[in-house]
């Protein structure tokens, strides 16, 4: 019987090194990234309308955050590395300006550098990858020199939030550890 309790615990911690790709991330993990440790503290989802999907990991070093994005639509894979901030971050009032307008503008200010309106996208939100969706609406721009981009998502009437991020290569994460 104590032998029984020892071997379960052995099973459920056993894992595939084949799943130990960026991919296929999980709560717990720990990745490296640019010299630092992160632990990926969450997973999300996002279904785009345009039927594209987006996996979403939180990840952590301290009290930093980003968050990981792969994006795979029409057979293409895309990621990168974002952090969330608030509207109120850019340049004028653009909260004002989308529910006034039910747009925003086709440029936007973030610390001093210019965004330009690249497409807009409707979706649903999955807080751990599954359950109960939330919709949202999301506008991407782009910078001049397509280095970095921000995203302006709508949730609901008057809630709005922001991501500015890069794209990474797969290459850049390295040790890929799983958690406790």
Do not use: H
Request: glycine share 8%; hydrophobic share 35%.
């Amino acid at each position: 019987m104590v032998f029984d309790f020892f071997k379960k615990k052995k099973k459920e911690e056993e894992f595939r090194i084949e799943d130990l790709i960026l991919s296929k991330l999980k709560t717990g993990f720990m990745v490296d990234y640019d010299m630092k440790t992160y632990i990926v503290a969450a997973y999300n989802k996002y279904q785009w309308d345009e039927g594209g999907v987006t996996d979403e990991w939180e990840l952590k070093s301290g009290n930093e955050i980003w968050f990981l994005e792969r994006t795979k639509e029409d057979g293409e894979v895309e990621w990168s590395l974002c952090r969330k901030l608030p509207i109120s971050e850019l340049q004028g009032d653009i909260a004002g300006e989308i529910i006034r307008n039910e747009d925003p503008p086709e440029v936007v200010t973030f610390q001093g550098k210019q965004f330009s309106f690249e497409a807009d996208n409707v979706g649903e939100f999955f807080k751990g990858g599954s359950g109960e969706a939330l919709s949202f609406v999301a506008w991407d721009y782009e910078d001049e020199a397509e280095e970095q981009f921000l995203t302006i998502e709508q949730w609901g009437e008057t809630k709005f939030d922001m991501q500015v991020g890069f794209k990474v290569e797969e290459y850049q994460f390295t040790n890929i550890l799983p958690g406790e």
